[in-house]
Nanobody, 112 residues
Framework: VQLQASGGGLVQAGGSLRLSCAASRSVFARYAMDWYRQAPGKQREFVARITTGDSTTYADSVRGRFTISRDNAKNTMYLQMNSLKPEDTALYYC???????WGQGTLVTVSS
């Protein structure tokens, strides 16, 4: 199983970034997918989920600012992050729901 996250970077507060997660076709077609994040010194936390039927779930801390989506033709999941805050700074990981499959993480740094 391959999960390749990308798109992180340094952005000022209020800015936007879009993360991508390219997944193996065998996984992408069958499972819901998640984004998690881990800030320095903190535990990994759930950010958002999208099912194969495009139902979405968000953590309260990002609802209304982040949008999760998936492109089945490209086997890729996205996380559009708007109105970024310094507290959004973290390593962002893609994950296969219910499985121990994790991407390598992409770093998002939001400066104040």
């Amino acid at each position: 199983v391959q999960l390749q996250a990308s798109g992180g970077g340094l952005v000022q507060a209020g800015g936007s970034l879009r993360l991508s997660c390219a997944a193996s076709r065998s996984v992408f077609a069958r499972y819901a997918m998640d984004w998690y994040r881990q800030a320095p010194g903190k535990q990994r936390e759930f950010v958002a989920r999208i099912t194969t039927g495009d139902s979405t779930t968000y953590a309260d801390s990002v609802r209304g600012r982040f949008t999760i989506s998936r492109d089945n033709a490209k086997n890729t999941m996205y996380l559009q992050m708007n109105s970024l805050k310094p507290e959004d700074t973290a390593l962002y990981y893609c994950h296969v729901t219910g499985r121990e499959y994790w991407g390598q993480g992409t770093l998002v740094t939001v400066s104040s």
